[in-house]
């Protein structure tokens, strides 16, 4: 902190990390706080996909792990929706039904259940106008060398459902 440089670097920022940044001084000697600077960080998703599907139809939403090592958890989810309801979740080495929203029960599949090669695209069965939404691949790995698995958010992808006809 020389100079008073209170300078704060986040590295490896996620979309996670948007939000609203307070700096606030406390001096030796003082009473209360001051502060110093407030900074809102907006952090793009990276890289989203956009779908165009028409009722009916099945729709794959791709999604690659970025290498080889072992999947702890993979879920599936809807960045629209607030809740911790799921499309898809597997954790354990087994496909978790309990938490999964209704609307999605029986609809959806991983194209690969094994997911070799890190492909855990989803097949989303037999779309409405209720689909259209922003939906989220996420995938937890245990890289070599490291204690804990690491989150890594792999796959945003925008869906969009034209009424029949359209």
């Given at each position: ?125 037999n779309v409405t106008i209720n689909d259209t939404g922003t939906y989220e691949c996420r995938v ?27």
């Amino acid at each position: 902190m020389k100079d008073g440089d209170v300078s704060l670097i986040l590295n490896n920022v996620t979309i996670n990390d948007t939000g609203t940044y307070e700096c606030r001084l406390i001096q030796t000697g003082t009473s209360g706080q001051r502060l110093i600077s407030i900074i809102y960080l907006h952090v793009d998703p990276p890289d989203q996909k956009n779908i165009t599907a028409e009722v009916g139809q099945d729709v794959t939403l791709t999604c690659r792990a970025p290498n080889n090592n072992p999947i702890s958890v993979l879920k599936w989810s809807r960045a629209d929706r607030v809740g911790d309801e799921y499309l898809l979740l597997y954790k354990n080495k087994r496909f978790e039904p309990d938490d999964q929203h209704p609307s999605f029960k029986n609809r959806v599949d991983l194209q690969d259940r094994q997911m070799k090669d890190g492909d855990v695209s989803l097949i989303l069965k037999n779309v409405t106008i209720n689909d259209t939404g922003t939906y989220e691949c996420r995938v937890t790995q245990r890289e070599p060398n490291q204690e804990r698995p690491s989150l890594k958010h792999i796959s945003i992808i925008y869906l969009h459902v034209d009424p029949p006809g359209e």
